[in-house]
């Protein structure tokens, strides 16, 4: 009788696995790409109004408890070099059941923040080009986003670098704009400036409450970790994929963040 040799395979290699096409550069880019760096004009009203016009100091101290948790993500990816991120790490280190939890929670993150993105760039592109009906925005967004998810990762990490530049290059023009109002005598009067930080209105419940939506801008350390099966040696180089963009994202959002405070000091709604 002829062996079943296809059952004396190793688990190993009969187990599936990604093509590992993403260089340390891409992964960078799809961590800052996922946190969208122009997303504090989406916050900043909003936090502003309720930390009393200190969305610097609500920034810094989200940082500050993020930055425990990407430093736990690097550790984990590198016991666990797969993908799946907080699911496998849950899963393999606490239980199967809280691996489940963590899992859908995570499944509804990657749900919501596409269409958080799309909703966004609707309103935005609805508010130059009022003439277009709305729809056409979100289905021409979801449509190539889409494709190109389906098509390779590369082609994704491609993609995010290309609007990851374009974001960083609006941002420089408002910086340098913002610089030149502030040099006029607007808002604060000068580029540095302890107002945001610290004032007579400044409290600590609102500045926490604050960093609970914040938060919201630190979310790209897990998707470096979900691409952990997808680059070539994920236990040597996935943590340096954390830190990059961490460095990156902190120097960047945080400057941006206390210039504009600096030019709207105070928070008045419409």
């Given at each position: 009788?002829?062996a079943?040799t296809s059952?004396?395979?190793p688990a190993?290699?009969?187990?599936p696995?990604?093509?590992?096409s993403l260089?340390l550069?891409?992964?960078?880019m799809?961590?800052?790409a996922?946190?969208?760096p122009?997303t504090v004009?989406?916050?900043?009203?909003?936090v502003?109004g309720?930390s009393?016009?200190h969305?610097?100091?609500?920034y810094?101290?989200a940082?500050a408890g993020v930055?425990?948790?990407?430093?736990?993500?690097?550790k984990?990816v590198?016991?666990?070099?797969?993908a799946?991120?907080?699911y496998?790490y849950a899963?393999k280190s606490i239980s199967?059941?809280?691996?489940f939890m963590?899992?859908w929670?995570?499944l509804?993150?990657y749900?919501?923040?596409?269409?958080?993105?799309?909703l966004l760039?609707?309103?935005?592109?609805?508010?130059l080009?009022?003439?277009v009906?709305p729809?056409?925005?979100?289905?021409?967004?979801v449509?190539i986003l889409?494709?190109?998810?389906?098509?390779?990762?590369?082609?994704v990490?491609?993609?995010n670098?290309?609007?990851v530049?374009v974001q960083i290059?609006i941002m420089v023009?408002f910086?340098?704009l913002?610089?030149q109002?502030l040099?006029?005598?607007?808002?604060?009067g000068t580029?540095?400036?302890?107002?945001p930080f610290?004032?007579?209105n400044?409290?600590l419940?609102?500045?926490?409450t604050?960093?609970?939506?914040v938060?919201?801008s630190?979310?790209g350390f897990?998707?470096?970790?979900t691409?952990?099966?997808?680059?070539?040696?994920?236990?040597?180089?996935d943590p340096e994929?954390h830190?990059?963009?961490?460095?990156?994202?902190r120097?960047y959002?945080?400057?941006?963040?206390?210039?504009?405070?600096a030019?709207?000091?105070?928070y008045?709604?419409?």
């Amino acid at each position: 009788m002829a062996a079943n040799t296809s059952l004396n395979l190793p688990a190993e290699a009969a187990k599936p696995r990604l093509r590992k096409s993403l260089k340390l550069w891409q992964v960078v880019m799809m961590g800052l790409a996922y946190l969208t760096p122009m997303t504090v004009f989406d916050t900043f009203g909003i936090v502003s109004g309720i930390s009393n016009g200190h969305v610097p100091a609500s920034y810094l101290l989200a940082l500050a408890g993020v930055l425990f948790t990407a430093i736990s993500y690097g550790k984990l990816v590198r016991q666990f070099p797969e993908a799946g991120s907080a699911y496998t790490y849950a899963q393999k280190s606490i239980s199967p059941h809280v691996g489940f939890m963590v899992g859908w929670s995570s499944l509804l993150d990657y749900l919501f923040l596409p269409m958080i993105n799309v909703l966004l760039a609707k309103i935005y592109l609805s508010a130059l080009f009022p003439e277009v009906p709305p729809w056409v925005w979100v289905v021409s967004f979801v449509a190539i986003l889409t494709a190109a998810n389906l098509k390779s990762v590369s082609l994704v990490a491609n993609f995010n670098t290309l609007f990851v530049l374009v974001q960083i290059s609006i941002m420089v023009v408002f910086i340098v704009l913002v610089v030149q109002g502030l040099h006029k005598g607007e808002g604060v009067g000068t580029v540095w400036s302890l107002q945001p930080f610290i004032s007579q209105n400044a409290h600590l419940i609102p500045i926490i409450t604050g960093a609970t939506i914040v938060c919201f801008s630190f979310l790209g350390f897990d998707a470096v970790t979900t691409l952990s099966e997808e680059t070539p040696d994920a236990r040597a180089g996935d943590p340096e994929g954390h830190f990059p963009h961490r460095h990156v994202r902190r120097r960047y959002l945080h400057r941006r963040l206390v210039l504009y405070a600096a030019l709207f000091p105070r928070y008045q709604p419409l």
